[in-house]
Structure formats: C-alpha cells, structure tokens
C-alpha cells in the first residue's frame, strides 16, 4: 500500500469515528508509521480565513509530495479548530501545508515546523 493511500485511510478512519464531534480530531498517520522519535506532531489547525475548510494537506519539505487530506471527509468551519497529526513516518518536522476553502481558494504556507507549534492559525 502506498504512503498516501495509507495517509488516507487513517485520516478517514479517524474522521469516521469522531462524525458527531464539535471539533475534529484526524490523524495523518496510524501508529504503525509514526515518526519514532519523540517529536509531538500534533497541531491544532484554528480556520480564520472567513471560510469553510475543506481539504488539508501537507508534504515534507524534503520530498514536496502532498499526501492525503488530512481532514477526511469533514470540514472545518469559519472560526473553528481541527486537531491533526501531520506525521508521515519519516522524521521530519517541516512541512509545507496546502488548504483549500469553500469557493475554490488555496492558501499555501510553507516551512510549517510541526515539531515546534501545538497551534497553526490558518488565514487568508
């Protein structure tokens, strides 16, 4: 099974199980590819573009390779949080995140250390 089918999977997997939540919490990755080194991959993501979020994904800076949404299926409403692994196994900690908003609009933000902030706030 590929990285980003896997990625897939365990965001979705996660979603699923969490539909009736207020707030989303996803997974990049399942346990069995998680990064081994005691960094905390965890990152609150706070939508404060005015718009719905519809898709997350991340790609380590070293390959440029966009995985899988992190969000799954869900979305993430003006004003509200989602919490989400961003872990692809490898070790890295940089990250280039590429959000995609109701209407079409993507935000890209680049050298994102998810090894170093526990909250990201997403704007236009």
């Known amino acids: 099974m590929t990285a980003r089918k896997t990625l897939a999977i ?9 539909a009736g939540a207020a707030e989303v919490a996803v997974a990049a990755s ?4 998680q990064s081994r080194d005691g960094q ?5 993501v706070h939508n404060q573009t005015g718009a719905a979020l519809q ?18 299926g869900a979305t993430v409403a003006a004003g509200s949080s989602a919490q989400v692994l961003i872990d692809d196994g490898q070790g890295g900690c ?19 250390n998810v090894c ?3 909250d990201f706030y997403l704007t236009r």
């Open 40 to 44: 905390n991959r965890r990152v609150r």
């Open 30 to 33: 399942p346990a069995a590819v």
């Open 55 to 72: 898709q997350l994904r991340a790609a380590d800076v070293r390959t440029g390779e966009f995985g899988g949404n992190l969000l799954g």
């Open 94 to 112: 940089l990250y280039d995140l590429r959000a995609e908003l109701a209407g079409g609009t993507v935000v890209l933000r680049e050298n994102v």
């Open 116 to 118: 170093r902030i526990a």
């Open 10 to 18: 365990a965001a979705l997997a996660a979603v699923l199980g969490l």
